[in-house]
Nanobody, 124 residues
Framework: QVQLVESGGGLVQAGDSLRLSCAAS????????MGWFRQAPGKEREFVAA????????YYGDSVRGRFTISRDNARNTVSLQMNTLRPEDTAVYYC?????????????????WGQGTQVTVSS
């Protein structure tokens, strides 16, 4: 089991930056891949970014590549998402997720554990 708790969401203006954090507990953190997804009202949950167990490989969705950066600290059992140049279309609930399997990082169904989500609202 892995418990995930997100923090750092809030209301910002377009062009601002925000940093989300996810604290993990339970299973050995370095044994799971980590990802961030988001879900806007009326839309499906969308892949945002992911990072491998060791932190050496990262993956990004097309809409955030170049603006968002995912990182992890295996010593502190945390994963972060630095979001720069935010846009109104980035508004969503952001979820942290952990995967123990070798399934694709892009597929939300490959993730075994989910946090409760944190709201990010970007005003224009």
């Amino acid at each position: 089991q892995v418990q995930l708790v997100e923090s750092g969401g809030g209301l910002v203006q377009a062009g601002d930056s925000l940093r989300l954090s996810c604290a993990a507990s339970g299973r050995t953190f370095s044994s799971v891949g980590m990802g961030w997804f988001r879900q806007a009202p009326g839309k499906e949950r969308e892949f945002v970014a992911a990072i491998s167990r060791s932190g050496t490989v990262t993956y990004y969705g097309d809409s955030v590549r170049g603006r968002f950066t995912i990182s992890r600290d295996n010593a502190r059992n945390t994963v972060s998402l630095q979001m720069n140049t935010l846009r109104p279309e980035d508004t969503a609930v952001y979820y942290c997720a952990a995967k123990a399997s070798s399934d694709s990082y892009y597929n939300r169904r490959g993730y075994d554990y989910w946090g409760q989500g944190t709201q990010v609202t970007v005003s224009s």
